[in-house]
């Protein structure tokens, strides 16, 4: 197997990890194998840092860019990592000493949207239960 399939494979299986879901291609799948190659099979496959210290990194860093889709997306993966919303929500409010108050304001609107959203597909899944 070469060298930039295995970096697949591995970027594969480590944005599973983060995300809990398969890499799904939009409007660019070229785009995706980089951002799969490169980001998730060299970057966050390196040593020294856990994935979920790496996943706190990039929370901070997606919202201090206020990219609020990407923000959206690394939300969901902490939360699938284990890390509560309360970590999450604590991050975000120490980024408006660094980022300013309307990074931290628009990081908490959109981890309140992701929450609500999260709390309303749970009630839809108990009541299928029933």
């Known amino acids: 197997m070469s ?42 496959t390196r040593p020294h840092l856990s994935v979920e210290e790496r996943e706190l990194v990039a929370l901070t860093a997606v919202a201090l860019a206020r990219t609020d889709w990407e923000l ?8 699938h990592l284990g890390m509560s919303r309360e970590k999450i929500v604590e991050v975000i409010i120490q980024l408006a000493y660094y980022g300013g108050w309307p990074v931290a304001n628009n990081g ?3 981890a309140q949207e992701v929450f609500a959203e999260l709390d309303a597909a749970a ?8």
């Open 3 to 44: 060298q930039p399939d295995v970096r697949h494979e591995q970027g594969v299986a480590m944005f599973q990890q983060v995300f809990g879901r398969e890499p799904r291609p939009g409007s660019y799948p070229e785009f995706l194998r980089i951002t799969v190659d490169h980001l998730f099979g060299e970057i966050w």
């Open 72 to 79: 959206r997306g690394h939300i969901g993966a902490a939360l």
């Open 108 to 110: 908490l609107r959109v």
């Open 123 to 130: 009630g839809k899944d108990a009541d299928r239960d029933r």
